[in-house]
């Protein structure tokens, strides 16, 4: 078996063991991993609808990332809204490639609250993702979060949801990348994001142009 399927059904066996507990990802992006050799940013204004009486917040989402082979990348993230910050990091492993994509991520993140204790989040998600020409792919999956509040006792709960999306290509390392969750329990709130993700090649093989 080659390391690429090792690591393909390592991912996978983690998600599917996972899923009964119900956790919830932030912000996906692409189905598709990062480009190999390229470092890439990705800034976009976030609104999310409150549930149960919630006020509705509006902030921004930040995703650093590299592109380590063609099927594997690593991204830290960083949310911000009134009151609330979100910080974490993503694995995703991508189980296809060329055309369709099939990706599992795996990670978590810490939310810092202003007025109420923090807490932890384990985040994972499945996406499917599909290019229809050179320049869009549109993609779509569940994503899930099992959090607790710090310190604490029997505090866990989860969110979870289905979150379409597109991503397009605007330039040659520029993409325009929209999507929008859809919450399944009172504890996710709808949101609908879009913003810019910038590649940046920072390995000699990576130069040069870019498949959009």
Do not use: C
Request: overall charge negative.
């Amino acid at each position: 078996m080659s390391t690429r399927s090792s690591f393909a059904l390592t991912a996978l066996s983690i998600v599917l063991l996972a899923a009964p507990a119900r956790a919830q990802n932030f912000q996906n992006g692409s189905a598709e991993t990062i480009w190999p050799g390229n470092v890439r940013l990705t800034a976009s204004p976030v609104h999310m609808w409150g549930t149960e009486g919630r006020p509705d917040r509006t902030g921004g989402a930040f995703r650093l990332g590299y592109g380590f082979t063609e099927w594997f990348d690593v991204e830290a993230k960083t949310g911000f809204f009134d009151g609330v910050s979100l910080v974490g990091a993503d694995g995703k492993f991508n189980l296809l490639g060329d055309e369709t994509s099939l990706s599992v991520s795996v990670g978590g993140h810490r939310a810092y609250m202003a007025h109420g204790p923090d807490s932890n989040a384990l985040d994972l998600a499945v996406q499917l993702g599909q290019r229809l020409g050179g320049r869009l792919e549109i993609f779509g999956g569940p994503a899930f979060s099992y959090e607790s509040t710090s310190g604490v006792p029997d505090s866990g709960f989860t969110r979870w949801y289905l979150v379409p999306g597109f991503r397009l290509g605007v330039a040659d390392r520029l993409d325009l990348v929209v999507e929008g969750g859809i919450g399944f329990n009172d504890d996710s709130p709808d949101f609908v994001t879009a913003g810019l993700a910038l590649h940046v090649p920072v390995s000699s093989e990576a130069r040069g142009r870019r498949r959009q």
